[in-house]
């Protein structure tokens, strides 16, 4: 059962365009919620990560909004260039335990120039 | 530093064979982790270590053994390799009890024939 549900599976902007991502938790124990880029035949790397107690955090280009009474959040990306092409993964974890993340199933990106 | 790296890069298996796939970091990471990743599914938790000589069970762990016997290494088995266990390895590190962000090496792909 996937504890983080995320969408759309995969998304085409052009480039300047704003692509949004969303992922979906039922479990209330989760309190901490980071973002990860992966490159085709690279490891995932962190992007951006947030905490319930905001609503929304941005670095850079990429911001993060957290909905915490719909259990939501979700990934906003500026301007988006063609170097933004990757593929997408929301996670989860909780405070207890060993950091262990739960991730949504991702979504592949492509930006077009 | 090299962070963390993955041997080997790729590997062929016949059903019934074992291998051993070697994780290495050299951050002083406290937590190490071991992910398969699939088409569809994002990725998921084999199994875990929070130290030295611990070892605990992720979320997919049937078929996998690993072992921790020094803090910069984790090992991951396969006993008898399995055409399911065709998937991209993935293994990460973090610093402790956090949350902290988990830094992924650049991957490992399985094909069992």
């Known amino acids: 059962q996937q504890q983080v549900k995320q969408s759309p599976q995969s998304l085409i902007v052009q480039k300047g365009g704003i692509p949004i991502i969303n992922c979906a938790y039922e479990n209330t124990a989760f309190d901490y919620f980071p973002w990860y880029q992966q490159f085709p035949g690279k490891g995932p790397a962190l992007l951006i990560a947030?905490?319930?107690?905001?609503s929304e955090k941005k670095e850079g280009r990429f911001t993060i909004s957290f909905n915490k009474s719909a259990k939501q959040f979700s990934l906003h990306i500026m301007d988006s260039q063609p170097g933004d092409s990757a593929t997408y993964f929301c996670a989860a974890s909780m405070k207890t335990g060993a950091n262990n993340l739960f991730f949504g199933t991702g979504t592949r990106l492509t930006v077009i120039p | 530093n090299a962070g963390v790296t993955q041997t080997p890069k790729f590997r062929v298996l016949k059903t019934g064979q074992s291998m051993t796939l070697l994780c290495a970091q050299d951050?002083?990471?406290?937590?190490m982790y071991w992910y398969r990743q699939d088409p569809g599914m994002g990725l998921r938790l084999i199994h875990y270590s929070v130290g030295e000589g611990t070892t605990a069970k992720g979320e997919v762990p049937d078929g996998y053994n690993v072992s921790r016997l020094k803090k910069q290494n984790f090992l991951l088995g396969l006993e008898s390799a399995a055409p399911s266990q065709t998937s991209v390895y993935f293994c990460?590190?973090?610093?402790?009890?956090?949350?902290?962000?988990?830094?992924f090496g650049p991957g490992t792909r399985l094909t069992v024939t």
């Open positions: 990460a590190s973090s610093p402790g009890q956090g949350p902290y962000e988990q830094y």
């Open positions: 951050m002083n990471h406290e937590y």
């Open positions: 947030i905490r319930p107690d905001v």
